[in-house]
T-cell receptor, first 114, second 114 residues
């Protein structure tokens, strides 16, 4: 069964600290993996997209890694800010069709305290 | 941010009422989607469209219906609302050209059926 599991479910860190969120998936065949940020009361916004051949991608203070062999991805946030408080959702797409089927994780709820 | 708009943002309605959730995008995207999101849970696809006059049901069984008469407009209708329909509804669109695609989400409609 194709699944996307995220950990931890929730995380609290102090402003300025770094953190790493995890995403494990069983989706096969694999096409690409996305990380989205969802602020409270808003829709998700794309942070990074990685295909099979990419193992690291950065977007400002956000760095995503992908290990397609172990089917694991991580999102590292450097020097956290209060505005980083949000839910971070991992989304994996398969290659089963030209359009790609999307599998969503349940998200990691990150809270950054001052 | 993406130019995709949902109205209303919040809706509280009684059981048995007919409601329509509006979604419009100004990006000229061919593909549009409706997702349902409950707290702490993954997004579930309930409807999608590849273009004008094209609509399909998603993975999650839903009593709602959709229409796609214009490229920019993808409304979702519930003929008779029930308390089980209480949820957050997210509309999204994508360009539909090449892979990987990025979903652009609206800010959602939070529906409460009493």
């Amino acid at each position: 069964k194709n699944q996307v599991e995220q950990s931890p479910q929730s995380l609290i860190i102090l402003e300025g600290k770094n953190c790493t969120l995890q995403c494990n998936y069983t989706v096969s065949p694999f096409s690409n993996l996305r990380w989205y940020k969802q602020d409270t009361g808003r829709g998700p916004v794309s942070l990074t997209i990685m295909t099979f051949s990419e193992n690291t991608k950065s977007n400002g203070r956000y760095t995503a890694t992908l290990d397609a062999d172990t089917k694991q991805s991580s999102l590292h946030i450097t020097a956290s800010q209060l505005s980083d408080s949000a839910s971070y959702i991992c989304v994996v797409s398969d290659r089963g069709s030209t359009l790609g089927r999307l599998y969503f994780g349940r998200g990691t709820q990150l809270t950054v305290w001052p | 941010e993406a130019d995709i708009y949902q109205t209303p943002r919040y809706l509280v309605i009684g059981t048995g009422k007919k409601i329509t959730l509006e979604c419009s995008q100004t990006m000229g995207h061919d593909k549009m989607y409706w997702y349902q999101q409950d707290p702490g849970m993954e997004l579930h696809l309930i409807h999608y469209s590849y273009g004008v006059n094209s609509t399909e049901k998603g993975d999650l069984s839903s009593e709602s219906t959709v229409s796609r008469i214009r490229t920019e407009h993808f409304p979702l209708t519930l003929e008779s609302a029930r308390p089980s329909h209480t949820s957050q509804y997210l509309c999204a669109s994508s360009a539909g050209q090449g892979l990987p695609e990025t979903l652009h989400f609206g800010n959602g409609t939070r529906l409460t059926v009493t």
